[in-house]
Structure formats: structure tokens, C-alpha cells
């Protein structure tokens, strides 16, 4: 099967811009999460979709984070203005029901 | 509130010798799953191995075997026969509650250098 597909792989943007980063999730595959891995720690969960339903976005920053997965597969996660902390690599996963998270490559974000 | 935490930030093994990263969690739930993941320099996070908190029998994937002692809240990742591809960040996590598909909370990782 396809693995989740995530896009761009890398990104440069200069603080206060903002930045789209893409998911699309293995085939029937109906949870969808973001997290957000700073380097040298573990990932950290941004927000987690079941469909195209909100289940988890405690930990999402919305003054500046946003999220959308308008027909249940794909999914955007922008962030309006960055910030320096915001660098990071931005991981998309996917699950069905019981199975573990398949993850994708990620995105590496760097704002300068 | 869920707790995971690895206290090796690196560790050295020699080729095919056997090797334990440690993970301790803290939890208040009844029922929960623990997972070790790989991720190797190239990003990607791989799954390697799953332990549901009601499971009497250590997990066990190829390689692969899962030292859990509930008592003492531990989940230790056992590698035998260290390849030079097992050189990578290997990361604990903590499902809630007992579904292998729900939101995990990660450790700090531990970075495993496989030496020749």
C-alpha cells in the first residue's frame, strides 16, 4: 500500500510569513494526526481528525496553527505568522481503527 | 496526564551484540499501549513493536521483544543481534486509551549507534 504522503519536504520562510504544509493519508485510513517534533525531542501532537472531525487539538497554538481536513482525506496544517520556534519537522500521520500510526517523511520547516 | 521518559540520550553496541533502551512511563489509566518507534536519519517513523497494557505475554517482533514490567512501569526495548541499520533514534510512546490507533505521547528518544 502507498504510504502517507506529505509535501513540501523542506521549506525556508522568514518569521511573521506564513507557510501550507499537505497530507494525504494511506487509502481508508480515517484518523489523521499533526504533530510537531522540534529537533532533538520526541513528536509532539498538534491536532488529530477522525474524518473530517476535530478529536484532539489541545495542544495546537491557534493564534497562529491552523488545520483543516474538509472531506475526510487530505489535510493542510498552516501556521500564520511563524515564528523562530515554530522550526521544526511537521509529521503527518494516519491509522485505521486499532492499527499503529503509519507516518509520513515529514516536513522540515526553517524560519529564519 | 501521560509521561514518557527515556534516560539514554545515546548509546553505543557493537555489531550483532544485544542492546536495552530503557522507557518509563506514568499514567493514571487502567488500560493503554506502548509502542516503540524507529527513525532513522532520512525522518520516517517506523513502527517496530506494540504492548497493550492487559497483554501478560512481552511483545515480540523479529528482533524485536518488549520487556514490559507493569509493576514498575517500564517498557524496555530489546534489540538482539545488532545490525549497522539499526543505527537510529529510537523513540518509547504511550497510547490512551487501550487502542493501538489513538493519539501517542512520545518520549525524548534515545540515540542508538551501531558500531562495526
Known amino acids: 500500500e502507498a504510504g502517507v504522503a506529505q509535501s513540501p519536504r523542506y521549506k525556508i520562510i522568514e518569521k511573521r510569513q506564513s507557510v501550507a504544509f499537505w497530507c494525504n493519508p494511506i487509502s481508508g485510513h480515517a484518523t489523521l494526526y499533526w504533530y510537531q517534533q522540534i529537533l532533538g525531542q520526541g513528536p509532539k501532537l498538534l491536532i488529530q481528525f477522525q474524518n473530517n472531525g476535530v478529536v484532539d487539538d489541545s495542544q495546537l497554538p491557534k493564534d497562529r496553527f491552523s488545520a483543516e481536513r474538509l472531506k475526510g482525506v487530505d489535510s493542510t496544517l498552516k501556521i500564520q505568522p511563524a515564528k523562530l520556534e515554530d522550526s521544526a519537522v511537521y509529521l503527518c500521520?494516519?491509522?485505521?481503527?486499532?492499527?499503529?500510526?503509519?507516518f509520513g517523511n515529514g516536513t522540515r520547516l526553517t524560519v529564519t | 496526564a501521560q509521561k514518557i521518559t527515556q534516560t539514554q540520550p545515546g548509546m553505543f553496541v557493537q555489531e550483532k551484540e544485544a542492546v536495552t533502551l530503557d522507557c518509563t512511563y506514568d499514567?493514571?489509566?487502567?488500560?493503554?499501549?506502548l509502542f516503540w518507534y524507529k527513525q532513522p536519519s532520512s525522518g520516517e517513523m517506523i513502527f517496530l513493536i506494540y504492548?497493550?497494557?492487559?497483554?501478560?505475554q512481552n511483545a515480540t517482533e523479529g528482533r524485536y521483544s518488549l520487556n514490559f514490567q507493569k509493576a514498575r512501569k517500564s517498557a524496555n526495548l530489546v534489540i538482539s543481534a545488532s545490525q549497522l541499520g539499526d543505527s537510529a533514534m529510537y523513540f518509547c510512546?504511550?497510547?490512551?486509551?487501550?487502542?493501538?490507533?489513538?493519539?501517542?505521547?512520545f518520549g525524548g528518544g534515545t540515540r542508538l549507534m551501531v558500531k562495526p
Open positions: 504492548q497493550g497494557s492487559y497483554d501478560e
Open positions: 500521520a494516519s491509522s485505521f481503527r486499532n492499527s499503529p500510526l503509519h
Open positions: 510512546a504511550m497510547s490512551r486509551p487501550y487502542d493501538a490507533g489513538n493519539m501517542l505521547t
Open positions: 499514567t493514571s489509566d487502567q488500560s493503554y499501549g
